[in-house]
């Protein structure tokens, strides 16, 4: 199974045919001089079933080959899994690896991996920080990591080592006290749409039987996702659907989301929805508040709109609470906006 690719490279999951492979690889004391003890073939064979189910478990995280296009041929392996530490503060965090065979070093095939998997870490995993940690001595694996973006904290200890600590942010997933703000993707959304809870089994999220109405779907089947299609590579972001996600049940309880990329005056407008079981709970109120954080942050939105029913009295509190003025009102529609330079937390 292919885990994600790049110009010339393919990440995909070990198989048990790749025991040699990974016997070459995890067996060398040189290549593993900085990630582990190097292992004998026995101890390479148990580590690989491991693995595979690992796999099982956590569908999006593991350690994966890594393949060379061109030739088909084996170089190395790539990894996005847990730290291990003996600091529980860090047990929480998630980071990426990588180990190429001797024969393609120099190639640029460690930053060329980096980069996709930041991406695959951000936009299909969802994560809001990756991290990476290296000995100090791996001075060439930390000019990779700098080289793709991440930036270098303070050093900490290990035992009796000291080591680097890079950390990378995702611009676009948002955390509030309770929520976890993130954009889906084409594929996603095409997931997401069928309902029976195929998404929320890619993403590890609670299922609970969700299916989409039949008008919204045949919205999103007719014009959002075409539009996605049709956007530039980052507007994206305010064509789909943004999930939100309760931390602690990651369970999705409301819908967010633009509807389209901001004017020339910077004015964009938003929508939302909350999963009926999840209203009066205030996920709402903190999900638009993590939206206007976000476009906060973006240069080109100054004004953030929205449009109610007048009736809908929970909708207008919702825009009350994060301080949104009603500027407007055409029949039974009211107009609302924020400027963003006045954001209130």
Same mark, same amino acid.
């Given at each position: 199974?292919?885990?994600?690719?790049?110009?010339?490279?393919?990440?995909?999951?070990?198989?048990?045919?790749?025991?040699?492979? *990974?016997?070459?690889?995890?067996?060398?004391?040189?290549?593993?001089?900085?990630?582990?003890?190097?292992?004998?073939?026995?101890?390479?064979?148990?580590?690989?079933?491991?693995?595979?189910?690992?796999?099982?478990? &956590?569908?999006?995280?593991?350690?994966?080959?890594?393949?060379?296009?061109?030739?088909?041929?084996?170089?190395?392996?790539?990894?996005?899994?847990?730290?291990?530490?003996?600091?529980?503060?860090?047990?929480?965090?998630?980071?990426?690896?990588?180990?190429?065979?001797?024969?393609?070093?120099? @190639?640029?095939?460690?930053?060329?991996?980096?980069?996709?998997?930041?991406?695959?870490? *951000?936009?299909?995993?969802?994560?809001?920080?990756?991290?990476?940690?290296?000995?100090?001595?791996?001075?060439?694996?930390? @000019?990779?990591?700098?080289?793709?973006?991440?930036?270098?904290?303070?050093?900490?200890?290990?035992?009796?080592?000291?080591?680097?600590?890079?950390?990378?942010?995702?611009?676009?997933?948002?955390?509030?006290?309770?929520? &976890?703000?993130?954009?889906?993707?084409?594929?996603?959304?095409?997931?997401?749409?069928?309902?029976?809870?195929?998404?929320?089994?890619?993403?590890?999220?609670?299922?609970?039987?969700?299916?989409?109405?039949?008008?919204? &779907?045949?919205?999103?089947?007719?014009?959002?996702?075409?539009?996605?299609?049709?956007?530039?590579?980052?507007?994206?972001?305010?064509?789909?659907?943004?999930?939100?996600?309760?931390?602690?049940?990651?369970?999705?309880?409301?819908?967010?989301? *633009? @509807?389209?990329?901001?004017?020339?005056?910077?004015?964009?407008?938003?929508?939302?929805?909350?999963?009926?079981?999840?209203?009066? @709970?205030?996920?709402?109120?903190?999900?638009?508040?993590?939206?206007?954080?976000?476009?906060?942050?973006?240069?080109?939105?100054?004004?953030?709109?929205?449009?109610?029913?007048?009736?809908?009295?929970?909708?207008?509190?919702?825009?009350?609470?994060?301080? *949104?003025?009603?500027?407007?009102?055409?029949?039974?529609?009211?107009?609302?906006?924020?400027?963003?330079?006045?954001?209130?937390?």
């Amino acid at each position: 199974m292919i885990i994600f690719e790049t110009d010339r490279l393919i990440i995909r999951r070990y198989t048990l045919e790749d025991e040699e492979n *990974f016997f070459r690889l995890n067996g060398d004391p040189e290549l593993m001089r900085y990630i582990r003890e190097a292992r004998d073939r026995k101890e390479c064979s148990l580590f690989l079933r491991r693995n595979i189910v690992y796999y099982e478990q &956590h569908p999006l995280m593991g350690r994966w080959a890594m393949d060379e296009k061109a030739t088909g041929a084996f170089i190395g392996s790539f990894a996005i899994i847990p730290v291990e530490s003996a600091d529980f503060h860090r047990n929480h965090e998630i980071q990426l690896g990588y180990a190429l065979l001797k024969a393609y070093w120099g @190639k640029g095939y460690a930053t060329e991996s980096t980069l996709a998997g930041k991406q695959y870490a *951000f936009e299909v995993m969802k994560l809001a920080q990756i991290v990476a940690i290296t000995e100090t001595e791996n001075t060439a694996s930390q @000019k990779v990591l700098l080289r793709c973006g991440f930036q270098q904290q303070p050093n900490f200890q290990e035992g009796n080592k000291t080591l680097c600590y890079f950390t990378d942010r995702n611009p676009n997933v948002v955390h509030t006290e309770r929520l &976890h703000l993130f954009p889906l993707t084409i594929p996603q959304l095409e997931l997401y749409c069928k309902g029976n809870d195929e998404l929320e089994r890619v993403l590890n999220l609670m299922p609970f039987g969700r299916n989409m109405l039949p008008q919204v &779907h045949d919205t999103v089947m007719k014009v959002t996702l075409p539009a996605m299609r049709k956007a530039a590579e980052q507007d994206y972001l305010f064509f789909t659907f943004w999930l939100v996600v309760d931390k602690l049940s990651r369970t999705i309880v409301a819908e967010i989301g *633009f @509807k389209g990329p901001p004017a020339i005056d910077g004015c964009v407008e938003i929508g939302y929805g909350t999963m009926q079981p999840m209203q009066n @709970k205030g996920y709402m109120t903190e999900a638009v508040n993590g939206l206007l954080q976000w476009t906060f942050q973006r240069e080109d939105i100054t004004t953030v709109l929205a449009e109610t029913y007048a009736g809908n009295k929970a909708s207008m509190r919702v825009l009350e609470k994060n301080h *949104f003025t009603q500027f407007n009102q055409k029949g039974d529609m009211l107009w609302w906006r924020k400027q963003v330079d006045v954001l209130t937390g």
